[in-house]
Nanobody, 125 residues
Framework: VQLVESGGGLAQPGGSLRLSCAGS????????IAWFRQAPGQEREGVSC????????YYLNSVKDRFTTSRGDGYNAVYLQMNSLKPEDTAVYYC???????????????????WGQGTQVTVSS
């Protein structure tokens, strides 16, 4: 069982990136999937989460109007569409699924036990 992120890279301020989270060894449609990020020298923080019934929670006020979380067709991928990127969005982004497998989201990092390897997002001119 593995989560795999992709789609990171370098973007200019004001630009966009779309991150993907895919399941290897299992399908994602029955799981809540959260996005976290960790900037250099900072603690990992929750960005958003999509529950099994596609209810979305944004944990960071700074991204609510700029980032969108969704499931892909077939529900075997979860996306984080990031628009109007800012330098402070620079971080390694991770997707994760909670240790409680009932499809609900949690805000605390320690509620999650399966993590992807992370994908670097750098916002710079």
């Amino acid at each position: 069982v593995q989560l795999v992120e992709s789609g990171g890279g370098l973007a200019q301020p004001g630009g966009s990136l779309r991150l993907s989270c895919a399941g290897s060894g299992f399908t994602l449609y029955s799981y809540a999937i959260a996005w976290f990020r960790q900037a250099p020298g900072q603690e990992r923080e929750g960005v958003s989460c999509i529950s099994r019934n596609n209810s979305i929670t944004y944990y960071l006020n700074s991204v609510k109007d700029r980032f969108t979380t969704s499931r892909g067709d077939g529900y075997n991928a979860v996306y984080l569409q990031m628009n109007s990127l800012k330098p402070e969005d620079t971080a390694v982004y991770y997707c994760a699924t909670p240790r409680i497998r009932d499809g609900t989201c949690f805000s605390r990092e320690d509620e999650y036990d399966y993590w992807g390897q992370g994908t670097q997002v750098t916002v710079s001119s």
